[in-house]
């Protein structure tokens, strides 16, 4: 079976400082994750997927297959990071369904 | 633009009445997917169809049923709504990938089951 773990449901930080939201998984082959963003009044979304190894909106996650982790990471947070996140997890037994984590909601203060 | 437009966006019913949620897409995807969302728990996959005569079960199946009316159509239906099929709902779309592809979602419908 395949699962999401994300252990923060809530993070906050201030504009300027670093943000990690992390994620586990875990899945018995090679799994292809991804991060969703839902920003307020939007609807949910493509961030980044490891296999694109691509920065967006200044944000990146690396697949550490040894610690079963994809924690997006971005230097810098700003304001309009302010949003809902999902890691979610597919792999070649599953097609393309997704299991989402449970979500973790970022809050960048002033 | 191409869309997956959902209605209704807002229900309010009954415990015991019959729901249907529609999704229709103008994106030309063959693959169509139910998900439900709950805080703290995320988004939790309900049904999918890969095309109009496929039809499969996910996480949490009971007490829902679909129907895939056409490439474009994919239909929810809460048979005898209960209050804890309380929840936002999403359709999505995508195209045929081997091991996973982008998701595109609608604006979800919000039901209440009182």
């Known amino acids: 079976a395949q699962r999401v773990t994300q252990p923060e449901k809530l993070l906050s930080v201030f504009k300027g400082a670093p943000v990690e939201l992390k994620c586990n998984y875990s899945?018995?082959?090679?799994?292809?994750l991804f991060w969703y963003v839902q920003y307020s009044r939007q609807r949910l979304q493509l961030l980044l997927r490891?296999?694109s190894r691509e920065s967006i909106k200044g944000f990146t996650a690396d697949l550490n297959k040894g610690e079963t982790s994809f924690h997006l990471k971005k230097p810098f947070a700003q304001e309009e990071d302010s949003a809902m996140y999902y890691c979610a997890l597919s792999g070649k037994t599953s097609g393309s369904r997704l299991t989402f984590g449970e979500g973790t909601q970022l809050t960048v203060n002033p | 633009d191409a869309d997956v437009t959902q209605t209704p966006r807002n229900r309010i019913t009954k415990t015991g009445k019959r729901i249907m949620l529609e999704c229709s897409q103008t994106k030309g995807h063959d693959r169509m997917y139910w998900y439900r969302q709950d805080p703290g728990l995320g988004l939790r996959l309900i049904y999918y169809s890969f095309d109009v005569k496929d039809i499969n079960k996910g996480e949490i199946s009971d007490g829902y049923s679909v129907s895939r009316q056409a490439q474009a159509k994919f239909s929810l239906s809460l048979e005898s709504a209960i209050p804890n099929q309380t929840a936002l709902y999403f359709c999505?779309?995508?195209?045929?990938?081997?091991?996973?592809?982008?998701?595109?979602f609608g604006e979800g419908s919000r039901l209440t089951v009182l």
């Open positions: 999505a779309t995508s195209v045929p990938s081997y091991s996973g592809g982008e998701l595109f």
């Open positions: 490891h296999i």
């Open positions: 899945y018995s082959g090679s799994p292809e």
